[in-house]
T-cell receptor, first 110, second 116 residues
Framework: QKEVEQNSGPLSVPEGAIASLNCTYSDRGSQSFFWYRQYSGKSPELIMFIYSNGDKEDGRFTAQLNKASQYVSLLIRDSQPSDSATYLCAALDSNYQLIWGAGTKLIIKP | DTAVSQTPKYLVTQMGNDKSIKCEQNLGHDTMYWYKQDSKKFLKIMFSYNNKELIINETVPNRFSPKSPDKAHLNLHINSLELGDSAVYFC???????????????FGPGTRLTVT
């Protein structure tokens, strides 16, 4: 069964530090990867998308992809209390279906 | 303008009742989805439609029936509601096919269903 694994957390990070969120996937045929942020009581919101090996930066967010290790990560620089949320990783599998992780709860402590 | 909208936002009903949730997207997307998110926050795909045609039908009870009158709308009808149906139901849409960005999904605000 195709799976996307995330540590459920909570991951607690001091304000201003770098938050590092990790995700592994089982389907080696997965092509693209997505990071969504979900605030409590709200819907998931797309924040990053990556499909090439290496790093992709967007503002304070950097997504990293290593297809050989089947590993995706999201780095949040200069973490703010407003970054406190659950972060969902999703992989587009070889059948073009999104496989979702269970999410990592991130808490930024002032 | 709301890109993906759902009604109602909250739905409280008794066991055995039949209810519907409506979803509309104004993004011009070809593909729409229904997800269920339970109390443990896991997001589970239920159905997916592409241009009004069913393309994903995960293992859900046949009490759940989706209907897509056109590619901008995807409704979910639930018969004989059970306590275990209590969850948040999200509608989402994506552009369709063709390039990696085609599979980016955009979510509606969710419908919190409570069955008593």
């Amino acid at each position: 069964q195709k799976e996307v694994e995330q540590n459920s957390g909570p991951l607690s990070v001091p304000e201003g530090a770098i938050a590092s969120l990790n995700c592994t996937y089982s389907d080696r045929g997965s092509q693209s990867f997505f990071w969504y942020r979900q605030y409590s009581g709200k819907s998931p919101e797309l924040i990053m998308f990556i499909y090439s090996n290496g790093d992709k930066e967007d503002g304070r967010f950097t997504a990293q992809l290593n297809k050989a290790s089947q590993y995706v990560s999201l780095l949040i620089r200069d973490s703010q209390p407003s970054d406190s949320a659950t972060y969902l990783c999703a992989a587009l599998d070889s059948n073009y279906q999104l496989i979702w992780g269970a999410g990592t709860k991130l808490i930024i402590k002032p | 303008d709301t890109a993906v909208s759902q009604t109602p936002k909250y739905l409280v009903t008794q066991m055995g009742n039949d209810k519907s949730i409506k979803c509309e997207q104004n993004l011009g997307h070809d593909t729409m989805y229904w997800y269920k998110q339970d109390s443990k926050k896991f997001l589970k795909i239920m159905f997916s439609y592409n241009n009004k045609e069913l393309i994903i039908n995960e293992t859900v009870p046949n009490r759940f029936s989706p209907k897509s009158p056109d590619k901008a709308h995807l409704n979910l009808h639930i018969n004989s509601l059970e306590l275990g149906d209590s969850a948040v139901y999200f509608c989402a849409s994506s552009p369709g096919q063709g390039n990696p960005h085609s599979y980016e999904q955009y979510f509606g605000p969710g419908t919190r269903l409570t069955v008593t």
